[in-house]
């Protein structure tokens, strides 16, 4: 669709009463193209036309005060009435039971941190000028750590 035809379409589609410049309608006449989608966008206007009501349809009596019943009757959604939805607090009370439960069995069931201080065994001998402390397993403790490390240097370095 050419220029001239495009500024005044919205004008030429509203009805027949109206004044079109003189270079729209010689465009018309010069171009069947124009012409051509412009008859097409009549039809449609009258189709859309011929779907107006010819009356003023007025809703039934107390309309307005029912949809504003509703309105309020419904109210600000907050977090709590999601809460208090029965699938819902069925949902997060099966989560938190089954939380706790998990959390339990991983307590339970974990050693207790680094003992190595209370196992091992302590051999005191008084003496009155001096307190010497002897650690008898000082030298195991040297060794154990040992054949961790290299476990751990044999797991790092490990190929298939």
Same mark, same amino acid.
């Given at each position: ?28 006449? @010069? ?32 309309? &307005? ?40 069995? &991983? ?20 003496? @009155?000028?001096? @307190? ?23 797991? @790092?370095? &490990?190929?298939?």
């Amino acid at each position: 669709m050419h220029e001239p035809i495009r500024e005044n379409l919205e004008e030429f589609l509203k009805g027949p009463a109206r004044q079109m410049p003189q270079e729209f309608q010689a465009h018309l006449e @010069a171009c069947e193209e124009c012409a051509g989608e412009l008859r097409l966008l009549q039809a449609q206007s009258k189709m859309l036309r011929s779907l107006q009501c010819d009356a003023g349809i007025e809703p039934r009596a107390g309309f &307005y005060a029912r949809v504003m019943e509703r309105i309020e009757a419904r109210g600000p959604a907050s977090i709590w009435t999601l809460l208090l939805e029965p699938s819902f607090g069925r949902r997060l009370a099966l989560a938190s039971a089954t939380l706790v439960v998990l959390l339990g069995t &991983y307590l339970v069931t974990t050693e207790a941190g680094d003992n190595s201080i209370a196992s091992n065994p302590v051999t005191m001998t008084s003496d @009155a000028t001096t @307190a010497q402390v002897d650690v008898a397993s000082g030298a195991d403790t040297l060794q154990q750590q040992r054949q961790r490390d290299a476990v751990l240097v044999n797991l @790092a370095s &490990y190929h298939e």
